[in-house]
């Protein structure tokens, strides 16, 4: 039986600009691929198995290695903190975590408490800064937590801004620039290390040839 690669992928904007990079490396996946419902794809004819996942469940199946590879957002890195190794910035899905909130929220001064999905990140930060803070984990509409006197600000994913603005919030802080990146299982790194370097090669040269487009 032929080696295989599997990898975690991430459902959603990414996968779909994550598939769309895997084809240009030359990989053989069949045109319906990013149409499927199924969570366990194996691609026989590119020797790939992929593994779609909620993106942050990605770098848990990659640590504990079910999967070899897979591809993360680097905001879903900064807050697991798992034991992979991080080989790729890929350049796709490019966004930001910023602080947000009210327009007055800066003019209070005590502002204490912060929702975010990122609790981890939000606190380093924060400490960074020397401000202490309350953290509030929530996991989806975080912008609501400002407009109910939940919290004084939020940490997000910003992309364009429109849902802050449509909200009613403003920005006030960036804290760093995220991209999606190819991370690897130690392990699957010594046992398949050519198939992944092939991986990484292939990959690379289709994010080298983007820049000079």
Do not use: W
Not at 12 to 37: H, N, T, W
Not at 120 to 145: P, T
């Amino acid at each position: 039986m032929k080696e295989r690669l599997t990898i975690a992928m991430p459902k959603g904007r990414i996968f779909i600009e994550a598939v769309e990079l895997l084809k240009k490396a030359g990989y053989d996946l069949p045109p319906e691929f990013d149409e499927s419902r199924k969570l366990i794809l194996d691609i026989e004819q590119a020797g790939l198995r992929f593994i779609l996942a909620k993106p942050v469940d990605v770098p848990t199946y990659v640590e504990h290695g079910v999967a070899d590879v897979g591809i993360a957002g680097k905001d879903v890195l900064l807050e697991e903190e798992r034991e992979v190794y991080e080989v790729l910035d890929l350049k796709i899905s490019e966004c930001y975590l910023a602080v947000a909130g009210l327009p007055d929220a800066k003019k209070r001064g005590v502002a204490s408490k912060v929702a975010t999905k990122y609790p981890h990140v939000a606190s380093s930060y924060f400490r960074e800064q020397g401000e202490q803070v309350e953290i509030i984990k929530l996991n989806g509409s975080i912008e609501l937590a400002p407009l109910i006197g939940l919290a004084d600000r939020i940490v997000d994913i910003v992309s364009t801004g429109r849902t802050l603005k449509e909200n009613g919030l403003v920005e006030l802080e960036q804290i760093v620039p995220i991209t999606s990146r190819l991370i690897v299982n130690p392990a699957s790194y010594r046992l398949k290390d050519q198939m992944i370097d092939e991986l990484v090669n292939k990959l690379s040269a289709v994010i080298e040839g983007g820049k000079g487009q």
